[in-house]
């Protein structure tokens, strides 16, 4: 604060500067806050509205619900099988994780540092793949493909899936190895380590920060992927994830008499994310512009 | 580097590990990027339906698509709804980056509660918003009521108002995310500028026009490339929340697409056909590539306009 000076010691130009930078900073507040309150509301209503009754959804009430019960969630894990669904989430993700960290640091860490026949055309074509996109038609193709190799009966090819390409992340990547110093990998090169020696006693420890980003947005893709999860879980519903769950609710026979039920469901996609979202916001925030700031 | 050219072959030989390492993500990218791409270029020229053998058809697709109502309203809405969420969006993801970009401890939270939106999935917010936005029972219209703004209720997912309803929850959606990236952008902007402003005495409205505004400009297109390319492609909330109904009001280009592939409901009338699908797919891609390259060229004109 630039106004630390007694308002009584204030010249009136300073006093004029204090009461705007005041005035201001009412207004700033007034205006961030409404877009705080604006984005948080859905959240809390699907928080406490999943310890509502349907009545008091549909037919208007406190913000807090009258009585907290937990019906809800018992039904929704009882009943609708979310146990099984959130086993499934849970399973995609540490999956995706896992394929999108692996291929893509060994991918990055040789695009970075190896020159080999072939790197223009790999690199072009990533750069290519970046800008043009057929959308979800890649889905129909790709499912039956995936069908054919027997990856459909299980969430290794959903993973895989979702692991993709990675041409952004493999230039993130290798945007963070080309400044870890090159020195490091001569010193380990005449200590007679190999490319993959290298790449695992070196680079890795080097760039852990960039590789928990990717990490991160991965578990994110994962956890709320609706579109390419719906397609692959239409004939097999043991498959389907939260995501897919819930936005089916949408669909069910008496939607109209569930928004309880809707309300719970949803609750119980958002809450794990919301507290990984609570303890990595800032990572969250910052990995999202990493790839960026790097170039 | 000039070493004596050695063999294709033995160089290949030399970083057999690269190869090796490579190997799991060429793998995954030829098989999830390459192949429905040449899948779609081949049968945009068949006729097939999943069943029987596909029949080549030649350009009829495309002359199809042509003449296809639903799919040119898809293009309209798909218009619509780009420029409407950018136009929301944009400024308001400014503003709030330039009012939160110090690194105070508050505005680190605020930026975090409006980053919220980008970390929760789309599909589920959707079904949200599908209660939210309900004609009789949701609480939007309760709200609107109570504080006198609306006298009746608002049918907010009728075919008048769909559209601006999706928009309204892709600005709720993506404000955060494009703020970040202002943020990113006015970090950029080296400190000394603003002191020298300072000391020739510019007010606040002065250093944001004056030198905020053009020194952003470089950051400012590649932030409108990005979301101008994304939105064009969004559908999840849509698919979840309106289903691009009622009546095709918010169908757009993607979301047809995904229609002619899989059936979204027992209510959608769009019949499943694979091979108009892939040419229906390559023409909304190519409208995409032309206006973001059209995007371009202005962007570059601008630059010489101001330089």
């Known amino acids: 604060m630039a106004n630390h000076l007694k308002w009584a010691d204030m010249r009136p130009s300073e006093r004029k500067d204090a009461v705007i930078q005041f005035i201001g900073q009412i207004l700033k507040w007034l205006f961030v806050g409404s877009m705080c309150v604006f984005t948080l509301y859905p959240v809390i209503y699907t928080l406490l509205g999943s310890f509502k009754t349907n009545a008091e959804l549909t037919l208007g009430g406190g913000i807090l619900p009258e009585q907290w019960r937990f019906d809800n969630y018992v039904y929704a894990f009882s009943k609708l099988d979310f146990g099984k669904y959130t086993a499934n989430s849970v399973t995609l993700a540490i999956l995706t994780v896992v394929f999108s960290l692996i291929t893509s640091s060994m991918a990055a860490y040789i695009v970075a540092r190896r020159t080999f026949p072939g790197k223009k055309i790999l690199t072009s074509a990533y750069l290519l793949s970046m800008f043009v996109s057929v959308g979800s038609v890649a889905l129909y193709p790709l499912y039956n493909m995936l069908h054919a190799l027997g990856l459909t009966s299980n969430m290794v090819g959903l993973a895989l899936l979702l692991t993709g390409g990675q041409a952004a992340n493999i230039f993130m990547i290798s945007g963070f190895i080309r400044n870890v110093p090159k020195e490091l990998d001569e010193a380990a090169y005449i200590d007679g380590a190999g490319t993959f020696r290298i790449f695992w006693t070196i680079i890795i420890p080097a760039i852990k920060p960039i590789l928990g980003v990717v990490a991160l947005f991965a578990f994110r893709t994962a956890w709320n992927e609706f579109v390419t999860a719906q397609v692959f879980t239409m004939s097999n519903p043991d498959l389907k994830t939260l995501s897919v769950a819930v936005a089916n609710l949408r669909y069910s026979a008496n939607a109209a008499a569930e928004w309880h039920i809707m309300t719970a469901g949803a609750s119980i996609a958002l809450i794990p994310i919301l507290i990984v979202y609570l303890f990595a916001n800032r990572q969250f925030i910052t990995g999202l512009t990493a790839g960026a700031v790097k170039g | ?307």
Request: charged share 10%; net charge positive; proline share 3%.
């Open chain 2, 1 to 307: 580097m000039n070493k004596p050219k050695q063999s294709l072959w033995k160089r290949v030989k030399a970083e057999k590990v690269s190869y090796l390492m490579l190997l799991p993500n060429v793998i995954l990218f030829t098989a999830f990027t390459v192949y429905p791409l040449l899948w779609v270029l081949r049968y945009m020229f068949f006729d097939y339906r999943g069943y029987g053998e596909p029949v080549f058809v030649g350009l009829e697709n495309f002359a199809r698509v042509t003449r296809d109502e639903v799919f040119w309203t898809a293009v309209k809405n798909t218009f619509v709804y780009v420029f409407g969420k950018l136009i929301l969006t944009i400024p308001f993801a400014f503003l709030l980056a330039f009012l939160l970009q110090k690194s105070t401890r508050l505005n680190a939270i605020a930026q975090s509660v409006v980053f919220t939106p980008t970390i929760m999935s789309q599909a589920v917010m959707a079904l949200i918003f599908y209660l939210l936005f309900n004609t009789y029972n949701g609480e939007i219209n309760r709200i609107l009521m109570r504080l006198g703004i609306i006298e009746q209720n608002v049918n907010w997912l009728g075919v008048d108002n769909a559209m601006f309803t999706v928009i309204m929850i892709a600005l709720w959606g993506g404000v955060g995310n494009y703020m970040v990236y202002f943020i990113a952008g006015l970090t950029g902007i080296s400190t000394d500028v603003y002191e020298s402003a300072k000391l020739d005495g510019a007010n606040g409205a002065q250093t944001l026009f004056k030198i905020t505004l053009p020194l952003l400009a470089p950051v400012m297109k590649m932030i409108l490339l990005l979301a101008l390319v994304n939105s064009f492609h969004d559908m999840q909330s849509i698919m979840v929340l309106t289903e691009g109904g009622p009546m095709n009001a918010t169908n757009v280009m993607f979301l047809y697409v995904y229609q002619l592939f899989f059936p979204i409901s027992a209510g959608s009338t769009v019949v499943q056909e694979f091979g108009y699908g892939a040419a229906v797919s390559l023409v909304a891609a190519c409208i995409v590539g032309v206006f973001t390259g059209i995007y371009l060229i202005l962007a570059r004109k601008l630059d010489s306009i101001t330089e």
